[in-house]
Nanobody, 124 residues
Framework: VQLQASGGGLVQAGGSLRLSCAAS??????IGWFRQASGKEREEVSC????????YYTDPVKGRFTISRDNAKSTVYLQMNSLKPEDTAVYYC????????????????????WGQGTLVTVSS
């Protein structure tokens, strides 16, 4: 079973998009958003724990992106604001392994259930 990302598209710099990840059967798992730009390696963007109470963002997106989840709808969201051309990439969601430092998430990596990504293109 794979997760399915959707919601990508073409947007001008400074604009917003909201990505959705259909995560039926994965409500007990941490979920992460990852992205891969053309010619680059896939990188983590943001992760959320199973309850939605803990979130993590990488520095390039901190303050601009917001991850959330609605377990009743089996969906994880990534609200992306103030988009920049460097955010252009294929975005994927996946089951994630999360690392903690104290009570806060300090990092995450994709584990399983990768699905087809959704392309986000930000024009300058």
């Amino acid at each position: 079973v794979q997760l399915q990302a959707s919601g990508g598209g073409l947007v001008q710099a400074g604009g917003s998009l909201r990505l959705s990840c259909a995560a039926s059967g994965f409500t007990s798992y941490a979920i992460g958003w990852f992205r891969q730009a053309s010619g680059k390696e896939r990188e983590e963007v943001s992760c959320i724990n199973s309850s939605g109470g803990k979130t993590y963002y990488t520095d390039p997106v901190k303050g601009r992106f917001t991850i959330s989840r609605d377990n009743a709808k089996s969906t994880v969201y990534l609200q992306m604001n103030s988009l920049k051309p460097e955010d252009t990439a294929v975005y994927y969601c996946a089951v994630a392994a999360i690392a903690f430092k104290g009570s806060e998430i300090s990092g995450c990596s994709g584990l399983d259930a990768w699905g087809q990504g959704t392309l986000v293109t930000v024009s300058s």
